[in-house]
């Protein structure tokens, strides 16, 4: 029973700012890697964000590189997903996910996480 919850997502002008939130309940994940992904209408999920397990290492896809950060928390089981400069092609739901227990690290495979949460929906107006 672990839960994940993201907040924060909206409506925002092109070139603004959202930052998301992904708490999670049930069990801590200070000790897991985490990911965000995104899914937008008609398309498949893809990778946005990726950071490991101690913070130290963080991966983006190419195409939010430069204007998203990921960071963690980790005494408030919360994972951020910092988004700068957006574009409408940015519009999507947004999920966080627990990648699973391994040393293989492979952000940007969604097959790789164990846990996801409902999702927060990102507009971005142009």
């Known amino acids: 029973q672990v839960q994940l919850v993201e907040s924060g997502g909206g409506l925002v002008q092109a070139g603004g700012s959202l930052r998301l939130s992904c708490t999670a309940s049930?069990?801590?994940?200070?000790?897991?890697?985490m990911g965000w992904f995104r899914q937008a209408p008609g398309k498949e999920r893809e990778f946005a964000a990726g950071?490991?397990?101690?913070?130290?290492?963080?991966n983006y896809a190419d195409s939010v590189k430069g204007r998203f950060t990921i960071s963690r928390d980790d005494p408030k089981n919360t994972v951020y997903l910092q988004m700068n400069s957006l574009k409408p092609e940015d519009t999507a739901v947004y999920y966080c996910?627990?990648?699973?227990?391994?040393?293989?690290?492979?952000?940007?495979?969604?097959?790789?996480?164990?846990?996801w949460g409902q999702g927060t929906q990102v507009t971005v107006s142009s």
């Open positions: 996910a627990v990648y699973g227990r391994t040393i293989l690290w492979y952000p940007g495979d969604p097959s790789r996480y164990d846990y």
């Open positions: 049930g069990r801590t994940f200070s000790n897991s890697a």
């Open positions: 950071i490991t397990r101690s913070g130290a290492t963080t």
